[in-house]
């Protein structure tokens, strides 16, 4: 299985931006589709983006949709999440997914292909009032 390693998280204020990075180990990272998810303290592990493993299909959780983009750089084993106009509810540990798969990334989501996949250690992202 490919090995995942998050970076980019921090501490930011509200409206700040971040970008968060997943390398990814292996010759065939361009054959996943990826994800991020993200976990709050005392919540469930949440949704965040999908991307499909050309980077031409995206997909994301309404909370985010026109604050955050998903992208990936096949060359570089690497998929980001920049995160936009930030919010202190956008607090949480970031988890980033990689599901060996041809499939969008709305399909990798809604058949739940994540839970089949690799996941990293996380990055923790804090955004302050």
């Known amino acids: 299985q490919v090995q995942l390693v998050e970076s980019g998280g921090g501490l930011v204020q509200a409206g700040g931006s971040l970008r968060l990075s997943c390398a990814a180990s292996g010759r065939t990272f361009s054959s996943y589709a990826m994800g991020w998810f993200r976990q709050a303290p005392g919540k469930e592990r949440e949704f965040v983006a999908a991307?499909?493993?050309?980077?031409?299909?995206?997909y994301y959780a309404d909370s985010v949709k026109g604050r955050f983009a998903i992208s990936r750089d096949n060359a570089k084993n690497t998929v980001y999440l920049q995160m936009n106009n930030l919010k202190p509810e956008d607090t949480a540990v970031y988890y980033c997914?990689?599901?060996?798969?041809?499939?969008?990334?709305?399909?990798?989501?809604?058949?739940?292909?994540?839970?089949?996949?690799?996941w990293g250690q996380g990055t923790q992202v804090t955004v302050s009032s």
């Open positions: 991307i499909n493993w050309s980077g031409g299909n995206t």
């Open positions: 997914n990689a599901v060996s798969t041809y499939y969008s990334g709305s399909y990798y989501y809604n058949s739940r292909l994540y839970e089949s996949g690799s």
